[in-house]
């Protein structure tokens, strides 16, 4: 089994940043990839950026592609989502998740799935509110 924890959300004017990471324990080496995703009121969960543990491509959601960097230290077991030029619309609950599957694009490496189904594990979430 797996456990996740996420820190680092909080409030942050439009245009600033925040840096949320994901301490994964237990049986960690059952894992292949780390996502995350979010969650705004009155809105479905969706997909904001993976990464595999092996050093596959991360892969960002159109909404994030440029502000949003993913990142991993295997030794430390840790995921983090670096935010810059945070907007409005990204307020909502973060959420980081553990999976034992990997997608193989097309381009010919591995990549983390991004439907939530595909997912096994989740933190507990972290709340990120951005204000004008």
């Known amino acids: 089994q797996v456990q996740l924890v996420e820190s680092g959300g909080g409030l942050v004017q439009a245009g600033g940043s925040l840096r949320l990471s994901c301490a994964a324990s237990?049986?960690?080496?059952?894992?292949?990839?780390m996502g995350w995703f979010r969650q705004a009121p009155g809105k479905e969960r969706e997909f904001v950026a993976g990464?595999?543990?092996?050093?596959?491509?991360?892969s960002y959601a159109d909404s994030v592609k440029g502000r949003f960097t993913i990142s991993r230290e295997n030794a430390r077991n840790t995921v983090s989502l670096q935010m810059n030029s945070l907007k409005l619309e990204d307020t909502a609950v973060f959420y980081c998740?553990?999976?034992?599957?990997?997608?193989?694009?097309?381009?010919?490496?591995?990549?983390?799935?991004?439907?939530?189904?595909?997912?096994?594990?989740w933190g507990q979430g972290t709340q990120v509110t951005v204000s004008s």
């Open positions: 998740a553990a999976t034992a599957r990997l997608i193989y694009s097309n381009s010919g490496y591995y990549t983390a799935p991004q439907i939530d189904s595909a997912y096994d594990t």
């Open positions: 237990g049986r960690t080496f059952s894992t292949s990839a």
């Open positions: 990464i595999t543990w092996s050093g596959g491509r991360p």
